[in-house]
């Protein structure tokens, strides 16, 4: 069962029992704009225990705030919230106390207009209390209310609203947009999970590009994202970037993302930021001396501060670090080229360099190398079974320990690079430069 068709049933058995129940928020916004709704909320004048005692399967998911999860199957969950007026923000993220209220009061505490839309699921009619049906005609993001009460509640919604813009193509209300530059410094003290998630919503949802230009014509860039702020003004070579900064071609890069993963997204983003603080104007021409290195290094301090988990920061501080591996694969061993080939991950590396070149001087040969390369490749020559184990080497004598590594991987390099192709082969390999009880030749 859709979340969608969860929602109906959740709705209508609400109904049935007398009670209002509507849709809520996101999912009535994308309705009125004629998109795919998700997650799909419903909003009642039931309170949470009228709304458990009458679904089997329920979540109590923050009953404090008036919030019920209900699996209507068994499976689909939808969320029930009760019609409620927040009271004070004391920590800018959650309302102090509640007190259980009409839907149109409710409608009057949510964040944006385009936010704060309900739809009777019985009719298809929407109610819209805070003009959020023509802010969408006329493509504006505006606060409901007072912006600046709105912002100083919770402070992500300065995120959110950027957000919004850039991924509808809306202008911001003017009174709005005053309030988002001053509330921008107040952004430090969101947590760094919630600036995370937005972001990365920005950077996925569509016009990634814009997101940032957004972030930065409000003041919150420089809060959230100083290393990408720093972008700005450093200039490169013309023979290799004519179009112009770092800022300018990170900006043109993002432009190219289509549906990025989140890990290609934030790699797009962060790859070039090792190259302010390794600007060298030397006699030939502007350089950055290993910056791809020193932009991992600042990527991952960067990730860990917006906690990101180890495995998404792994994959993001990979691409930023190897980005320019590409420019090595016409000289690099057999082994070696095949290793890069057949790394995790790599179509985000092939998609980064694509864009990448795109985004500067347009020459796509090493990509097409690559492509050409893994499509010509058979699997068993990519990553063929290995010709050895560390049992097979205890077995002849070897003991175990850190030169396993060294001996295995040796034998691998020489698997790929067809100079062995057998487990006799491999063993006299080994032998020969691991001489048991003696030194390496």
């Not at 009670?19 to 799909?40: C, N, S, T």
Request: proline residues 6%; charged residues 25%; aromatic residues 6%.
């Amino acid at each position: 069962m859709s979340n969608l068709d969860a929602a109906h049933l959740v709705a209508k058995r609400l109904a049935a029992a007398g009670f209002r129940a509507l849709f809520a928020g996101g999912a009535v916004r994308d309705l009125a704009m004629g998109e795919e709704p998700h997650d799909v909320d419903v909003a009642t004048d039931a309170v949470p225990d009228e709304v458990m005692a009458l679904f089997e399967k329920t979540v109590p998911v923050g009953a404090q705030f008036g919030v019920v999860l209900v699996l209507p199957d068994g499976l689909t969950p939808v969320e029930v919230a009760t019609f409620r007026t927040d009271g004070g923000y004391s920590d800018h993220r959650r309302p102090d106390t509640i007190t259980y209220a009409s839907d149109r009061e409710d409608a009057l505490r949510r964040d944006l207009t385009i936010n704060g839309l309900f739809q009777d699921p019985l009719t298809g009619q929407i109610i819209d209390y805070v003009g959020g049906l023509d802010d969408i005609e006329r493509g504006v993001i505006r606060a409901i209310g007072d912006p600046e009460a709105r912002f100083g509640e919770d402070r992500l919604r300065l995120l959110r609203a950027v957000r919004f813009a850039a991924r509808y193509h809306f202008r911001i209300d003017g009174a709005t947009y005053a309030a988002l530059r001053r509330h921008a410094s107040s952004l430090v003290t969101v947590s760094g999970e919630r600036v995370r998630d937005e972001l990365t919503r920005m950077l996925t949802e569509g016009d990634a590009a814009t997101a940032i230009e957004l972030l930065d014509a409000c003041g919150l860039l420089a809060v959230v994202l100083p290393e990408v702020k720093a972008l700005q003004g450093v200039a490169q070579p013309l023979e290799y970037h004519p179009e112009g900064d770092v800022w300018e071609h990170t900006l043109l890069l993002l432009q190219m993302l289509e549906k990025p993963t989140l890990t290609l997204a934030w790699g797009a983003l962060l790859h070039d930021i090792g190259k302010p603080p390794t600007q060298e104007f030397a006699p030939d021409r502007i350089r950055f001396n290993n910056h791809p290195a020193v932009g991992a290094a600042m990527s991952e301090r960067l990730l860990r501060r917006l906690k990101f988990p180890g495995d998404a920061l792994e994959r993001i501080e990979a691409l930023v670090r190897d980005h320019l591996k590409f420019t090595e694969v016409r000289r690099m061993r057999q082994s070696t080229l095949l290793r890069f080939l057949r790394g995790p991950n790599f179509d985000e590396y092939l998609a980064l360099h694509r864009i990448d070149c795109l985004a500067s001087h347009g020459k796509l040969d090493l990509w097409h190398f690559c492509r050409d390369k893994l499509a010509a490749i058979p699997p068993e020559v990519l990553k063929p079974p290995p010709l050895l184990s560390g049992h097979d080497l205890i077995a002849e004598g070897y003991a175990p320990g850190p030169l396993f590594k060294e001996i295995l991987a040796s034998v691998e390099d020489a698997q790929l690079e067809g100079l062995i192709a057998s487990r006799e082969q491999a063993m006299a390999f080994v032998r020969e430069g691991f001489p048991p009880g003696g030194a390496a030749t």
